[in-house]
Antibody, heavy 121, light 106 residues
Framework: QVQLVQSGAEVKKPGASVKVSCKAS????????MHWVRQAPGQGLEWMGW????????NYAQKFQGRVSMTRDTSISTVYLELSRLRSDDTAVFYC??????????????WGQGTLVTVSS | DIQMTQSPSTLSASVGDRVTITCRAS??????LAWYQQKPGKAPKLLIY???SLESGVPSRFSGSGSGTEFTLTVSSLQPDDFATYYC????????FGQGTKVEIK
C-alpha cells in the first residue's frame, strides 16, 4: 500500500530555513508528481507546488516563489521541501501529497501524516 | 487565480440526515474538482474526483455533482464517522482549495 512518511516536527526562529522530508513507498516513486500543501493552525489548505520526481522539474505557487525549493533523492524515494526566510505566519502543518494526474491536472490520492513547523522567536 | 467558495462554513446535522455542501468556482473549471474529508489532527482523505467519481473504498453514501462553476457534495445518510471538515479543490488551473465546511453534531 502507498505510504508517505514525513519527518518530525520542527521549531525555527524567524529568518531561518526549514527542510521537511517525505519518504514514499508502495508505488513507483518516479511515476507521480509529489505536491506540498500547508495548513496554518485552525485554517484551510494551501497548495505550495509540485515536483516531478523523475525529472526534478518543479512548479511553485506564485506566493512562495523565491522562498521555496522542492528537491528529490530517487535513490531513497524521498522528496524534500525547503522554505527559507521563515516568518511567524509560516507556522503550519506541511503535508506531502501524491498527485494523480489526468490530462496534466492533479488531485491528491495519498497524503503524508503532516509535519508541524513552528516559527517563533 | 481561481477562487473557490464553499457554503456553508459550518453545518449542524444529526446522524441519518442528508447533508449537502456547495462549492463555487470563480470561473469555469469543467469537472476538474475533488472533495476531501479531514478529521482533527489528520491528513485530508480523498472522497470524490472529477466532480462525481467516487474514490475506491469510499462509502457510497458520498456523492458529488456539478460542472462549470457550481458543485455539490452530498452525504445521503450522515454516519457518526462523517463528522469532519470537508474541502473542495479545483485542479483545472494550478490548485486551489475552498475554505472548508465543518460538519458538526446537532
Amino acid at each position: 500500500q502507498v505510504q508517505l512518511v514525513q519527518s518530525g516536527a520542527e521549531v525555527k526562529k524567524p529568518g531561518a530555513s526549514v527542510k521537511v522530508s517525505c519518504k514514499a513507498s508502495g508505488y513507483t516513486f518516479t511515476g507521480y508528481h509529489m505536491h506540498w500543501v500547508r495548513q496554518a493552525p485552525g485554517q484551510g489548505l494551501e497548495w505550495m507546488g509540485w515536483i516531478n520526481p523523475n525529472s526534478g522539474v518543479t512548479n511553485y505557487a506564485q506566493k512562495f516563489q523565491g522562498r521555496v525549493s522542492m528537491t528529490r533523492d530517487t535513490s531513497i524515494s524521498t522528496v524534500y521541501l525547503e522554505l527559507s526566510r521563515l516568518r511567524s505566519d509560516d507556522t503550519a502543518v506541511f503535508y506531502c501529497a501524491k498527485g494523480r494526474i489526468v490530462a496534466r491536472r492533479s488531485y491528491f490520492d495519498n497524503w503524508g501524516q503532516g509535519t508541524l513547523v513552528t516559527v517563533s522567536s | 487565480d481561481i477562487q473557490m467558495t464553499q457554503s456553508p462554513s459550518t453545518l449542524s446535522a444529526s446522524v441519518g440526515d442528508r447533508v449537502t455542501i456547495t462549492c463555487r468556482a470563480s470561473q469555469s473549471i469543467s469537472s476538474w474538482l475533488a472533495w476531501y474529508q479531514q478529521k482533527p489532527g489528520k491528513a485530508p482523505k480523498l472522497l470524490i474526483y472529477k466532480a462525481s467519481s467516487l474514490e475506491s473504498g469510499v462509502p457510497s453514501r458520498f456523492s458529488g455533482s456539478g460542472s462549470g462553476t457550481e458543485f455539490t457534495l452530498t452525504v445521503s445518510s450522515l454516519q457518526p464517522d462523517d463528522f469532519a471538515t470537508y474541502y473542495c479543490q479545483q485542479y483545472d488551473s494550478y490548485v486551489t482549495f475552498g475554505q472548508g465546511t465543518k460538519v458538526e453534531i446537532k
